[in-house]
């Protein structure tokens, strides 16, 4: 009794005690950065998207300004977003589509690997091949964005949900990823939309009525808060590379950073995106991510998505406030003609025209008929064409499934050849009962993984199993094979495995998605790294009786494997990542041999969760308010975080066995003339205005003559000429841009250059002096083996100072070497790739701390380095 009483003192005494220091906490804030950044003219790659864009935009009215911006609501038309048409000029409706792997909801299309997969080739090529291949599929249906590829989940976390959708937490693999993949969808004449910008790195309390409806009471959403160093470079690395490649937009976060909303954080969407980065393209939101109206426009968004404040609202921060806004004053014309020509320039540099094809697929319905509105119901007609993209990218898809499975571990049981009796085990290895799309966007972890859940996916168009393809080729080569599916069935997979001769495969996985799907408790975030459906204790008991058992992951990361990765029985272990449609044949092309095995682990497999030092925030840490991110680890994320604590991995970034071997010698450091680093100095030209428009508030009246008004549908007209007021219904209008904007945040006066930025006439991305070359670096890699192989050399530097990490990676490749051949590994390092961001300077900066570069096989095999000199 006594014990307890206390016991609940004590607890009420430290939860008020909490409470208190919740209430005086100092939340990080974000500072503000106006006017937002107008286009600029001379950009290098986007001056002819610019001239295009301005004789289309002078032609248009407010109206049609504001329609070419905001979308027509959630479930509108046929995409998953959708803008106004401009029917007086003959543009149809722009069509955004998920996903980064493929034309989600589409029929009759391609089911691509993973981004986080394809990184593991790191090739190039196969990068840029995927991405033109996703472009013309989209392309192919009528899409006109790709709301992809993803830096943001960049993966500060193992556990978070959606990091395969994404590359890899090493910002240069990622950079690379970013570039290939926008080059390749772009090349293919669709918009690429880099996302989610940025800080989005957890799934838990991305949205408060999704946590809401967990039984968390928030009123905000996460908080990422994240030093200006660490932004610099970590979290917005990849981002520079998106921009260079010539992004047409960008989609920001639902989540916060610094207690200030994604997209309406005017540091960086302002400063950083458009202001240090000189981006172009136009900013998008994303699907409820926007929280204010006018404030979202001056804080550098330029698109609304899906266009309704919350969904089937009817109801919109932009639409007809957009117009009342333009009309009072508070938003100035120049920003509204900025926002028009940044989605028409990106339209115009992907080269696409005027009279778009239709969209031919619909995401609402599989149906060949159904209403054009689904939200309503209304018009129905033809709305799906079934038109087949996928042209010969299941080749494609099978090449990449096993130029990027990973081989951890091979005690010479691989490659197999015509093995007398293959005993297969694991519910990974066969079918999902209710097929592959079974599923509402993937939400379930049945059957063979081959991607995970969320916006992020697409419908698979076949699925071809592991033990598919296993099959076939044991048909060819007489073997006996037999599968046993149920994880748990023990006696069965006993009485399997330990017969004389088997060689056993155990397949085996672990799930995760977007956050609202929860999957066995996962809620998007994955709630532990082990594999699922008792995979680690199903290779336990089958290497106890087997004395050849060879493990295949499918993970959306990695696992913690140290209970059972050196047993002497697992004689092999395979990542196979999320491959796509082809999974069972680019496993069987790499068990067999007919594939040497080259790729590398593109994240850290630790040994215990805690050595990542990074967790996902489970629990809200602030009361009722915004939970708070802290990133206090800094730059030290996955290899950095265990090399900088000096912690040994189970297998370290950049891993990766072959069928043969290789050695490295001869490095060379060449130094180039590159001369001093300056500071960007210069204005931008004012802020110009395109066409003109009537200030009587008649003239915006919706055209009942003209065409039905849908219901819910969000239009740029208004629906009464009474006052503006009115027409808002904004509860708080009245406020004046110089109540909620700091001082000069309107104004159109030329601004100066950002001293990190690009100068007038330079490729956006940052200031182009820190994309001199400083040094090329080359060494030899010898195939010691006796068969063909690749291999994947990399470079790493030490940057030097006390605050960096060990080594970070900073240049590969992928090459081909025939046996006793020797092929020269050649890359080059960047100013920016031996800068640090000096927080004081504002810029970038090569410190006086003494670096090396290293070249090797892995993050921790670097036979060759050299100084810096
Ligand atoms: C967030 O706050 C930190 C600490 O004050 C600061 O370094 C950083 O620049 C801020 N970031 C943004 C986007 O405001
Ligand atoms: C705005 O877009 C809607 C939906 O596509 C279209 O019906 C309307 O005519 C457009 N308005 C103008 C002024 O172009
Ligand atoms: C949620 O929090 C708000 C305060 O932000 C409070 O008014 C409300 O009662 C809480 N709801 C529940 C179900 O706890
Ligand atoms: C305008 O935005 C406000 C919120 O800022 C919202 O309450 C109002 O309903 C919107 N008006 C229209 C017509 O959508
Ligand atoms: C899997 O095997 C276990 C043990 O034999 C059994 O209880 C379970 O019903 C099986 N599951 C399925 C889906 O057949
Ligand atoms: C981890 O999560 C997976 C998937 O929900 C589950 O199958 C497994 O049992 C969990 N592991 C532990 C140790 O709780
Ligand atoms: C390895 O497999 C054999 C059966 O082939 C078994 O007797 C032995 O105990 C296993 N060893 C381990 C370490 O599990
Ligand atoms: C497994 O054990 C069998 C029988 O003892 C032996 O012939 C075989 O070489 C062993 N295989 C491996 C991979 O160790
Ligand atoms: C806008 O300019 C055009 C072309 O000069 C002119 O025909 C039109 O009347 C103007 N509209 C308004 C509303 O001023
Ligand atoms: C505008 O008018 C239409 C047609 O009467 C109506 O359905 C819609 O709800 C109105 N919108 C607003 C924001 O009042
Ligand atoms: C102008 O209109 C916008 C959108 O309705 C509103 O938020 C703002 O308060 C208005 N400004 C003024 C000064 O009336």
């Not at 080569?477 to 069935?489: K, Q």
Request: proline share 6%; glycine share 10%; with cysteine.
């Amino acid at each position: 009794m006594r014990f307890s009483a206390v016991a609940a003192l004590l607890a009420a005494t430290c939860s008020s005690a909490a409470t208190g220091s919740v209430q005086k906490r100092d939340l990080a804030t974000s500072e503000p950065h106006y006017p937002s950044p107008w286009m600029n003219p001379q950009a290098s790659g986007w001056e002819d998207a610019y001239e295009k864009a301005r004789a289309f935009v002078s032609q248009l009215t407010l109206m049609e300004k504001v329609n070419l911006t905001t979308g027509v609501g959630w479930e509108g038309e046929q995409c998953v977003g959708q803008v106004g048409s401009i029917p007086r000029l003959g543009l149809r409706s722009l069509c955004m589509q998920d996903s980064p792997l493929g034309v989600r909801f589409g029929d009759y299309v391609s089911a691509f690997s993973s981004g986080q997969t394809v990184a593991a080739t790191f090739d190039r090529s196969l990068m840029y091949q995927r991405g033109k291949a996703m472009g013309e599929e989209h392309k192919g249906k009528g899409v006109n964005v790709v709301l992809g590829p993803v830096a943001g989940p960049l993966g500060r976390t193992p556990t978070g949900g959606r990091g395969w959708e994404g590359f890899s937490p090493d910002p240069y693999l990622t950079g690379v990823g970013m570039s290939e993949t926008i080059k390749g969808i772009q090349d293919a004449g669709v918009i690429a939309c880099a996302k989610h910008y940025i800080g989005n790195e957890q799934e838990h309390f991305r949205q408060v009525g999704e946590s809401q409806d967990r039984g968390y009471n928030i009123s905000e959403t996460l908080s990422s808060n994240i030093d200006d160093k660490t932004m610099h470079e970590l979290y917005l690395w990849p981002f520079v590379d998106a921009v260079r490649a010539g992004v047409g937009s960008v989609m920001c976060a639902y989540t916060q950073v610094n207690n200030s909303y994604s997209c309406q954080n005017s540091k960086t969407l302002n400063g950083l995106l458009k202001g240090e980065l000189g981006f172009q393209g136009f900013v998008m939101s994303d699907w409820q991510a926007q929280h204010s109206g006018a404030a979202s426009a001056m804080a550098g968004m330029d698109m609304s998505m899906p266009g309704d404040t919350v969904f089937n609202s009817g109801l919109s921060y932009w639409g007809t406030n957009l117009t009342v806004a333009i009309l009072n004053g508070t938003v100035p014309e120049y920003r509204m003609d900025d926002m028009a020509m940044r989605i028409m320039a990106a339209f115009f540099k992907v080269g696409m025209t005027l009279d778009q094809p239709p969209i031919n697929f619909d995401s609402w319905t599989s149906d060949t008929y159904g209403p054009l509105h689904a939200a309503v119901g209304q018009d129905y007609q033809q709305v799906n064409w079934h038109v087949d993209v996928q042209d010969d990218h299941g080749d494609l898809i099978r090449e990449i499934g096993g130029a990027s499975t990973v081989l951890l571990k091979n005690n010479g049981a691989l490659p197999l050849s015509k093995p007398k009796f293959l005993a297969v085990v694991g519910e990974d290895a066969g079918p999902n009962p209710l097929g592959p799309n079974g599923c509402a966007d993937r939400g379930c972890d049945a059957g063979t993984l081959a991607m995970g859940w969320g916006s992020g996916t697409t419908t698979f168009p076949y699925l071809v199993t592991p033990i598919d393809a296993l099959n076939l080729q044991a048909i060819e080569d007489h073997t006996r094979i037999e599968a046993i599916f149920n994880n748990t069935a023990s006696d069965t997979i006993e009485s399997l495995v330990k017969q004389q001769d088997a060689t056993a495969l155990v397949f085996v996985n672990a799930d995760s998605g977007e956050g609202y799907i929860d999957v066995d408790g996962n809620e998007g975030d994955r709630k532990n790294l082990t594999l699922w459906g008792n995979g680690d204790e199903l290779i336990k008991s089958v290497s106890s009786l087997c004395n050849n058992t060879i493990v295949i992951i499918h993970s959306v990361g990695p696992t913690i494997v140290t209970d059972w990765y050196d047993s002497e029985n697992v004689t092999a272990i395979l990542w196979a990542g999320l491959p796509g449609q082809e999974s069972g044949r680019s496993i069987v092309d790499v068990l067999y041999g007919r594939v040497n095995p080259a790729a590398r682990t593109p994240f850290t497999w630790a040994a215990d969760p805690s050595d990542y030092g990074t967790d996902v925030l489970y629990k809200p840490n602030n009361g009722n308010g915004a939970p708070q991110q802290d990133y206090t680890e800094g730059v030290f994320i996955d290899y950095r975080a265990l090399d900088s604590r000096n912690i040994t991995p189970i297998f370290e970034f950049g891993f990766g066995l072959s069928y043969t071997t290789f050695e490295y010698a001869n490095l060379n450091v060449e130094k180039s003339n590159a001369g001093e680093y300056q500071p960007t100095t210069g204005e931008s030209d004012e802020a110009p205005t395109f066409g003109n428009f009537s200030d009587s508030l008649a003239d915006y009246v919706f055209p009942a003559d003209s065409f039905p008004h849908i219901w819910q549908y969000i239009y740029p007209y208004v629906n009464t000429s009474s006052s503006l007021e009115e027409a808002s219904a904004d509860p708080d209008y009245g406020q004046t841009a110089e109540e909620f904007l700091p001082p000069g945040a309107v104004d159109s006066s030329p601004r100066p250059l950002e001293p990190a930025g690009p100068s007038l006439t330079a490729q956006p991305g940052g200031n182009e002096l820190l994309f001199d070359t400083m040094y090329t670096i080359t060494a030899d890699v010898t195939n010691t083996g006796k068969i063909v192989g690749e291999e994947v050399p990399q470079l790493y530097v030490s940057l030097g100072g006390p605050d960096d990490p060990p080594v970070v990676l900073r240049g590969f490749d992928r090459m081909r070497i025939d046996p006793g051949q020797t092929t020269q590994f050649r890359a080059i390092l960047t100013r920016r790739d031996l800068s640090n961001w000096d927080v004081t300077l504002q810029n970038w900066l090569v410190s006086e701390a003494s670096k090396t570069v290293y070249v090797g096989p892995s993050s921790r095999k670097l036979p060759l380095s050299a100084q810096l000199r």
